[in-house]
Structure formats: C-alpha cells, structure tokens
C-alpha cells in the first residue's frame, strides 16, 4: 500500500474526501517527525511506538574496497515498536 492506497482507505473508511484524508494523514506524519526531531516519543496504545534512538559510532567495511576500514559516525534514527494489537494482528 503506497500514499495514495492510504488515503483513499482513510476516504472510504471515514467517508470523508479525499482532499481532508490528505490532510489529515499529512498532519499525523508531520506531527510523528517534529516530536522525533525533538528527540520525544509518538504512542498509540495498542498500535505502536515511535522513538528517536542514537546509533553509536562504529568502524564499518569500505564497500568500494574491502580491506580498507572506515569510521561510521554516530547518528540519529526513527525506530519504531509495534503493540500487543498489532503483534496479534499480524500473527493472524
């Protein structure tokens, strides 16, 4: 499912158009990535978790050249923790 298949699903399920499901879905991903950005947590109770989590720095392998090693800095990612709902659902 891409963006478009998200938001005619939200159209349809709200019965509402899909200009507003555009809006809204762009208001949630915009509100999820600013609280990330300030390093805060996004949950919805039985759904899931976003989070911002630092990656220590590691050595890393060249791609380009195997035997030369290089210095992977430490950097900033989204992870995100799926809840019990969830889980079963897709167990299912």
Do not use: C, H
């Amino acid at each position: 499912m891409n963006k478009q298949d998200l938001i005619e699903t939200m159209a349809n399920r709200a019965k509402i158009s899909k200009k507003s499901a555009t809006v809204a879905l762009e208001a949630l991903t915009d509100s999820i990535t600013k609280t990330l950005q300030n390093r805060g947590k996004v949950s919805i109770s039985g759904f899931g978790a976003w989070y911002a989590n630092t990656r220590a720095a590691r050595m890393g392998v060249n791609p380009q050249n195997t035997t030369e090693r290089i210095n992977i800095p430490e950097t900033t990612v989204a992870k995100f923790t799926p809840g019990k709902n969830l889980k079963e659902a897709v167990r299912k």
